[in-house]
Each structure stands twice: as C-alpha cells, then as structure tokens.
C-alpha cells in the first residue's frame, strides 16, 4: 500500500495557481482540453516547439521568431533562431514602488531594503562604468563576493551591455576562485574586502590581493567596503555604482548569447566552465519559478545560497516575476540551529529555500519553528542539495506547518534550473519529488537503455531544453560538452542521477549513478543509506562507498562523523547496521563502520564518494582530486592514510 500524501493541495490551490492560468492559456489556443497537471506536461513533451512557444506568449516577451526550435538533435537544437533580446529587460518590466527589489540581512536579524528605483539606477550607474573601463559585448566581469545586493547589481550591469558574468563566493580560497575566473581572462573583477559569518569577521584581504595578482587581463578592480577596508588603487564601488541620471539602456543579444559562466564540481582537473545564454536561461526561469514555485509580485522568495552556487542564479529570477529577493550571507546555524526560521519570520518570506542537512540539523537540535517564530506568511520550503529523506519531510510537516508545501527540487549547474519538483497543483509524498517540470522530457532508463519504471534507472532528458548549456568554456571541439552529457546515450542527456519513477508520476532520487553501491548485483543509491543512518543522535554526516577489489571483491566501508562526546561502542555499531538492515535493505549493510573526523565535500556541498572510493582503490591521491574544489582539503590526507 503507498505511503498517502503529506499535502495536497485544495480547490483553491489549484484554481489560482499560475500553472492553472497557463494551462487555460494554452486549452484556449490549442483548443484541447488538459485535465490536470499531468496533462499538461504530457503536451509540453510531445510538443516542445508549441511549448515554448506558448510560454513566450505568456510573459509575453516581445515579437518572436517564427521558428520555435530549429531541430531536436541533442547536443546541437537551437532555440527562437533570429530572436534578440536581453535578460535584463524583462527586470526593468517588473520594477515597482510598493515593495522592495532585494531585502539584505544581517546576522543578527538587522534588514535593509533596497528599492527597485535604487536597484535599477546603480545598475546603470554600473554598467556606464564597466563601460569606461572597457567591458564590451562578450567580455567577462567576474565577481569574488558574499551574498550581496552588490553581486547581483553587478551580475545586471554586466548583463545589460550583453557582457558575460562569473562569480563564486568568498568562502573560496583564492586558488579555487582562480581555477574557475582565471580561465575566463576577465576584463573587470568586482570583489569585496570580506564578510561576517558566525559572528566573526573573514578578512579578504590576502586573497583578493592574491587573485587580482593571478588574473593579468583585468583592465580595473572594484572593491565593495564591508569591513571598512578602502584601497587608492582599487575603484570604489560606492562611487562605481551611486545613483545618478545614467538611464539603463540595454544591448540586445542573440537568443544564445552568453549570460554567465557556472561551474562544474571540479573534483578532478580544472572545473569545467559551463556556458548559458541570456534567452534559455530566461524562458527557463520564468517556467521554474512562476509556474513550477507559483512566485509572483506578492512573494518575498529567500533561499539560503552563494554566488558560487547556481541556487543563487536562481533566488535572482524572483526579480524577473516582480518578487522581493533576499540576501543573506551568514550563517544558517548563527546564533541558534533555527536562525532561518527565524531570518523568515523577521521578513515575512512566503518561501525559503534550504538542504536537507540544514532541516536534519534543526531536527536533531530540537527546534520547532511554527512555535518559535511566526511562520504565518510561509507557504513553501524549498529543498534542494541532495535527497530529502521521508522523516524530514514529515518533521517539516509536523514542525514547520501543515499547509506549508514542501517543494524538493533536483536539477543542476548545467542548466541552471530543476528537471523534477514541486508544483502547486500536485500533492506531495514524504521523500518524493512531485513531478517532472514542464518541458523536461524526463526518463528512466536501465543500462541498455530501456525505460523503466518502479525500479531504479538513469535520469535521462530525452529532448532538448533552452536552458541547456550553449557550451563549455574552451571546448572549441565540443567534445568535453558532449562527453559529460551524451557518452551512455547518443542523443539523449544522461544527468548522472538514480532515480524510480512511480506509479502515482512521482519520483525518488537515489542519489548520483557513479557512486552507486552495486552489492551482489543490487544496486543501491548512497542516499538512502544517508537517510536513514544520519537520522541516529550520535551520528552528524556519514559517507558510503562500494570499492571494487582487484581480487573481485567488494568492499563497502560506512564512515561516521560522531557527535561530540559520542565513542563508537559495539551497541552504537549494532544499531546502525539494525537501521541499515531495516530501513534500507539487509545487502547493503556494511563491511566496516569507521570513525572519521569529517566528510569532504565540493565546494556546492556534495560528498566526495568517487573521489574517495577511487583511493581506496589504489589511485594517486594527487590525481582523484583537485584540493582547492574541496571545502576541508586536510580531510582527504585521513582518507588517504587509512586506505587499504
């Protein structure tokens, strides 16, 4: 018997959805009629030329091409060919004076509001000035920077004159930003002296003087003062950036032309820059976030992120929709476990955006944010990360609010967006992604590639999406583009993902197919190990991995980052492997539970499971990965000392 709902939305959900408008759009003239959401995704499957089409009317974006896609060959479909536009332009729609553009917050709960009026008047400002420094079409302005309002001023400014951004956050060293902004040969970096984060300044100072060194082609600097630093040969952004009669006038691009550079997780070789464009990213985001969350011009949208994360990309389209954004670059856990319940309570947020770590976090903390801070503006959680277990879903239920829809979304830095998640007029399912997005022709395949259902498969995309990326940066050939994405299955986007999609549409993420444990031929995702194992009080975070042996064995290893004060005892040993055995499935208990210091991740937050199951399988420790995309690069000299 399947596990019933945990929401579901009403009649009312459903009839004032934007979804529902779009989908009365498109009955209308289409003239068919679509039942429900699933109807609806059907068609935009079956058809992604009207699709899109449809959605470009909707927001009506201007006059379009009459060619829709020119081709659904993947990699190679090309999106509104001839149509020239700028993602900015759909901000300037938007701009209003009743609410605020962004909300900046402070540890500490301090909020500073900054107008739309503001927003778009230092974006001009700014932009005037990346053009007297010589920042033309095509060249590069790249940022170093904490989750502030400037970042995303500059992020537009660079836009707006059809320049292309790059950033990453400050909790990077200068040699991981340098892996990732040196490649670009920038021509403007914007930085900031440092930031405050668990109630102690980061100064910056040695590493920006550090990255400026290692990036030869920049014509200028701009230094944000947030400790109060102020340097002669660095242009300042107050005097950058300061209001003044400069009129925003933006440069129309092609549909493809690039808007920003992400990366990659990087964990071996150079992070490989990944290349959007201004129209996919804009027809993408519109979908995902007016469609797909519901967020409009009533909304205050805050998902705790970076600017090395694309989640950040993401929060900055809630301008597109005429929402309120806001920017926060504290801590999560700062001065108690629940400081974002807390951050949305202070600022009325109708959705926050968080991981699954950070809820498990508030859970083992005891925390209870529906009685600790009024949540009443709250009608979404966002989720994403990795995997949302069933028993974090539920405390979400139990302990955040009954009504508040829990929206786990699973997608990624190549395009910018989700291909599963929640929508308003679809109900929810502990530990279940609600639905495929609209326009995502979302697949599960076996390693033949046959569509499965019920079990566990690939994540495949079976037809083209605008929001794929145009290319890799330096990858003239194409052939690294191609490798990452379309080596399994020729014309078809292999995500690098486990899922089962079920009987009732939904789907399960198991977590990433090349670190899956494949014991006695079942195959597992580590995932769901996690889920069940770092639910125990003792244990913080934990990592799986499934070695094969030279000898034909296999060896499965579960490593535990122990509470403080907590020894592995034989009767802690014993429960987790119950737990495993139970809640999980008895052939995948592990051979060895060992006691680690902590977990490395990447830099986005993901466990560094290849990387560490390649060492133990002999390979060169300098080789399986590169130090600086590695938040505790210390952690991986352990791992390499105890391998076998």
């Not at 504290?330 to 309570?345: C, F, K, N, R, V």
């Not at 991981?355 to 005891?366: D, T």
């Not at 191609?482 to 995500?495: K, L, Q, S, T």
């Amino acid at each position: 018997m399947s596990t019933p709902p945990q929401w579901e939305p009403t009649q009312a959900d459903i009839d004032n959805a934007q979804v529902t408008d779009f989908a009365r759009f498109v009955a209308a003239r289409a003239r068919r009629e679509l039942a429900d959401y699933h109807d609806l995704w059907q068609w935009s499957v079956d058809d992604p030329a009207e699709f899109w089409g449809a959605l470009w009317d909707y927001f009506d974006l201007g006059e379009r091409p009459a060619e829709v896609l020119a081709g659904e060959t993947m990699p190679g479909a090309r999106w509104f060919p001839g149509a020239r536009l700028n993602y900015v332009d759909q901000i300037q729609r938007n701009a209003r004076t009743d609410r605020p553009a962004i909300l900046t917050v402070a540890e500490g709960g301090a909020v500073t509001e900054l107008a739309w009026s503001e927003l778009l008047a230092r974006t001009a400002t700014f932009a005037e000035t990346l053009r007297s420094l010589g920042v033309r079409p095509g060249d590069r302005v790249v940022g170093y920077l904490p989750n502030i309002a400037e970042a995303i001023i500059a992020f537009l400014a660079t836009a707006s004159i059809g320049g292309i951004w790059s950033a990453c956050g400050q909790d990077y060293t200068a040699k991981a930003a340098l892996d990732r902004l040196g490649q670009l040969e920038p021509t403007v970096l914007v930085t900031a002296d440092g930031y405050r984060f668990a109630g102690k300044e980061h100064d910056k100072s040695e590493d920006i003087a550090t990255l400026r060194a290692g990036l030869p082609t920049l014509k200028a600097a701009v230094l944000v003062s947030r400790l109060g630093s102020a340097r002669s040969e660095w242009v300042d952004w107050e005097s950058a950036s300061a209001p003044g009669d400069a009129e925003l006038v933006t440069t129309a691009v092609d549909f493809d032309h690039p808007l920003w550079i992400l990366y990659s997780s990087g964990t071996t070789g150079l992070p490989k820059g990944i290349v959007h464009g201004h129209g996919g990213v804009l027809v993408e985001h519109l979908k995902a976030v007016a469609l797909q969350s519901d967020i409009g011009r009533d909304d205050t949208f805050f998902w705790y992120t970076s600017p090395s994360w694309m989640m950040w990309n993401f929060q900055v389209a809630g301008l597109l929709v005429g929402a309120t954004i806001v920017c926060y670059a504290g801590s999560p856990t700062y001065p108690q476990a629940d400081a974002l319940w807390s951050i949305a309570a202070t600022i009325g947020a109708t959705v926050l955006g968080t991981s699954p770590g950070y809820v498990l976090a508030c859970a083992k903390a005891g925390a209870v944010p529906r009685k600790q801070h009024d949540l009443s503006a709250l009608r979404s959680v966002g989720i994403t990360g990795s995997s949302l277990p069933p028993s974090s879903a539920l405390w979400l239920r139990d302990n955040v609010g009954e009504r508040v829809q829990v929206n786990s979304i699973s997608g990624g830095t190549d395009v910018v967006s989700a291909f599963i998640g929640g929508v308003p007029t679809v109900p929810v399912w502990p530990g279940e992604l609600s639905a495929p997005f609209l326009g995502v022709a979302l697949d599960a395949r076996d390693e033949a590639g046959n569509p499965v259902r019920g079990e566990v498969g690939e994540l495949v995309i079976t037809k083209p999406m605008p929001s794929m990326p145009i290319r890799f940066w330096n990858d003239a050939d194409g052939s690294r583009y191609r490798d990452a994405y379309f080596e399994m299955f020729p014309g078809v986007w292999r995500h690098g993902d486990w899922i089962t999609i079920t009987d009732h549409g939904s789907i399960v993420v198991h977590g990433r197919s090349d670190s899956t444990l494949n014991r006695h031929g079942i195959r597992m995702g580590s995932a769901d190990i996690y889920q069940a194992v770092e639910r125990l009080p003792e244990i913080v975070e934990s990592l799986v991995i499934g070695a094969e042996q030279p000898d034909g064995g296999y060896w499965m290893p579960l490593f535990v980052v122990l509470a403080d004060g907590i020894e592995l005892t034989d009767d802690l040993r014993d429960r987790i492997k119950q737990t495993i055995r139970t809640e999980v499935s008895p052939r995948h208990v592990p051979d060895e539970i060992i006691v680690a210091p902590g977990v490395p991740h990447t830099r986005t937050g993901k466990k560094l499971e290849v990387p560490i199951k390649k060492l133990f399988q002999g390979a060169d420790p300098a080789k399986v990965v590169e130090r600086s995309a590695v938040d505790n690069p210390d952690l991986l000299d352990w791992y390499a000392a105890i391998k076998r």
